[in-house]
């Protein structure tokens, strides 16, 4: 009877922590919205306040906060996946790899450097080399569809950069994990030749059998539909992760075999479900983050952030030119891919977990703190700039001659 009690009692706090957790959330959300900033921010806050070093630490809840961190970066990925099938994929990446290798230098270096300079060793360049590079896709998809841009001729552009990133993370992942742990060189090159191998066997199967995957998950009934869905894509998830491939990209690559109505369907009953995870993702990472640590490199991350949203808007605004895209489109696409968020607090994430620096973790959490709330801002700001300037193109910004305004 003592046991059950104690149990009791566990559960209780459990309950009391979680729905705390998520009443705070749900208000944080509705702030958001008011303000119309992206809540990633507000959700980071409240995991610093309920952290190590905040204001009402949690006692039992952070474990299973932890799983739901976890199912939160799977979902965003597998919701990410679904807005493509693997033959708009493929001809996207030709398309625009020059703008994608562009993309990748531009904006993982001032990381590294950052990292060098500051003494963080190779390690740490790579990790913070992530940790810049990467545009949030579900922060960046938010900021289209909020202001009407999924229309504009530079969406696809953004969203082919968006593509290019998130292979590039396939590949980025098996190799940081592998010098997080130390891996000699042998190991390391067998970890990024196998997860090579599982991307590319995961592709084919995209590719060619899209359409047998399609009828095993379909079903008239929504509830079995979601069952079956969230079901391959954990599993998937897990293969993925035991083969050294982040579980992340294997639920993506879920995502991009599935197509048509049947992405349409299932993208609509996963977008609670997976804000929800999502949400407490963020939270998790602000838990693990001792805000006292943050003030000291709160300069050194708004340094950072303004580097990158200068190498985000030259992106952005060399992949749309490619593109025959104008000068107000290019604004659009730069502006577009400014907000950090899921992929940067996993690499920091990882890094931290390793013990690569103290300082890592504050740093990055400031960086995306900063990206993350700037973004969307930064779009909501410019909108009416690039409005003036599609329709009146003064003579100083008028595009190149063969290119179209907009």
Known sequence: MPAFIASSDSVAILFLELGGVI????????????AGISPIPLYLVAGLAFGTGGILPLATSEEFIHVGAELGVILLLLTLGLEYNADELVTSLKSNARGGLVDLVLNAAPGAIAALLLGWGPVGAVAMAGVTYATSSGITAKVLSDLGWIGNRETPVVLSLLVFEDLTMALYLPILTALLAGAGLLTGSITVAIALGTVTVVLVIALRFGNLIE?????????????????????VAGIAQELQVSAAVGAFLVGIALSGELAHETRTLLMPIRDLFAAVFFVFFGLQTDPAKILPVAGLALLLALVSMITKLLTGAYAARRAGIGRAGRVRAGIALIPRGEFNIVIAGLAVGAGVHPDLGPLAAGYVLILAAFGPLAARAIQPLVTAIANRTPPLLAPESGEKAL
């Not at 009443?23 to 008011?34: E, F, K, N, P």
């Not at 009828?215 to 599993?235: C, D, M, R, T, Y």
């Open 215 to 235: 009828k095993f998950v379909a079903s008239p009934n929504s509830e079995v539909l979601l069952l079956k869905v969230i079901g391959l894509a954990l599993l």
């Open 23 to 34: 009443l705070a959330l749900g208000v944080l959300g509705a702030i958001a919205l008011r």
